[in-house]
């Protein structure tokens, strides 16, 4: 008989004593007949009890301890310690919920020739943390379309084969912010197919002493990244034209809209405006070579335009003149947009959303919330 898959759950902390031990256990009941797990925790230097709290799971876990290099540090050191045939990466302060691991198992069994899997993600704010409790918008598919705009899921929900880690490599330490962002855009550079596990799901616990809570950081590394989606969109081996096209649209709306907020700072507001710029030629080059495209593609190529014309009218006089310029191929193109009401653009941007996105509550929250948990 053959033996059940393991997979590889890398756990990187720096001094989350407190969350540990739920976050391990999340994993240990995953454990099931068709699959085994491996609980690789890897301590960046904490300078609380984590040690402590780690030796009363010893039989449970690799454990790992290093001196403080950072998280993407830490996973790669996980990386380098896992033997599974497939990995997650869980952060010592999220969860996985019940049977998870074996719905992305499934959706591997029934779709062998896909290299990643998503699942669902629930944000959950504990006391003090700004923010209401909310399922995580996920796309139902082309993510390699989405992901050009901005990231596509947390960490957590995505379960990916051994062969994508050893293709892709290891995280880029000299990152301290989005270097998960990072990751899968090298992941779908190399022609990574994706598959949705719907019925999973993972908590993502949002603290006061969350990475994610330093705003302008992230949204500074997202800025750094940018040309990254367009080296990725140049690959002439990633997608076709439609899916390029669609891309690069994805891409000029992300732009526009990082430019929206990155404010505190000008240059990098400028440098978002520039990019939009090209990613809007690049876009207007492929038009051409874009019709019939089934009907997802055809509601993002108009999704991301109808995206960008709702923020640049946010921008009013705060356009360069090149964005102004190239905020016109959009108009010319998507008049419709153009002349709609701000609550008029609001509602097609909303339906348009509902449609690409994934519908529904998965079957495990619905349980938890009719319980009353």
């Known amino acids: 008989m053959a033996s059940p898959p393991l997979v590889s759950v890398i756990i990187p902390t720096y001094n989350y004593a407190q969350f540990l031990p739920e976050a391990v256990h999340s994993v240990l009941r995953q454990r ?3 699959l085994d797990v491996e609980i690789i925790v890897v301590d960046d230097g904490s300078t609380d009890n984590t040690q402590d709290v780690a030796r009363q799971m010893q039989r449970d876990i690799v454990y790992v301890r290093q001196q403080k290099s950072g998280v993407s540090t830490a996973r790669n050191t996980g990386i380098q ?6 990995v997650v990466f869980l952060d010592a302060d999220d969860v996985l919920m019940e049977e998870v691991l074996s719905t992305h198992l499934d959706m591997f069994a029934k779709h062998p020739h896909l ?9 959950y704010h504990t006391q003090g943390s700004d923010g209401a409790n909310c399922l995580w918008p996920l796309m139902r598919g ?13 960490i957590h929900s995505f379960m990916l084969r051994e062969k994508v880690i050893r293709q892709a490599g290891l995280f880029n330490v000299s990152l301290t912010g989005c270097e998960d962002y990072e990751y899968w855009l090298r992941c779908f550079s190399t022609g990574c197919r994706a598959g949705l596990a719907a019925e999973g799901l993972v908590i993502y616990r949002r603290h006061q002493t ?13 800025v750094s990244l940018r040309s990254l989606v367009a080296n990725m969109l140049d690959s002439s081996n990633l997608t076709d034209s439609q899916e390029k096209l669609g891309g690069w649209l994805a891409l000029a709306s992300g732009c526009l809209n990082l430019a929206n907020q990155v404010t505190f700072c000008k240059a990098f507001a400028l440098k978002m405006q520039d990019m ?41 006089d705060d356009l360069t003149p090149d964005a102004i310029n190239a905020l016109k191929l959009l108009v010319d193109r998507y008049p419709y947009f153009a002349e709609c009401s701000a609550a008029e653009l609001d509602s097609q941007i909303s339906a348009m959303s509902q ?10 929250l619905q349980r938890f919330a009719a319980s009353g948990s």
Request: with cysteine.
């Open 32 to 34: 099931a007949d068709n």
């Open 115 to 123: 290299d990643m899997s998503l699942c669902r993600c629930f944000d």
């Open 276 to 316: 939009f710029v090209r990613a809007l030629q690049e876009a207007e080059r492929l038009y051409a070579s874009s019709k019939g495209s089934n009907a997802d593609l055809r509601c993002i190529q108009r999704y991301y335009p109808a995206q960008a014309i709702k923020t640049a009218g946010l921008m009013a």
């Open 210 to 222: 969350s990475t994610t809570t330093n705003r302008e950081h992230m949204l500074l590394h997202e």
């Open 81 to 86: 310690k896992a033997r599974g045939d497939f």
């Open 142 to 154: 082309y993510w390699n379309i989405h992901i050009c705009c901005a990231n596509v899921a947390p």
């Open 355 to 364: 449609h690409l996105q994934v519908s529904g509550i998965p079957g495990i």
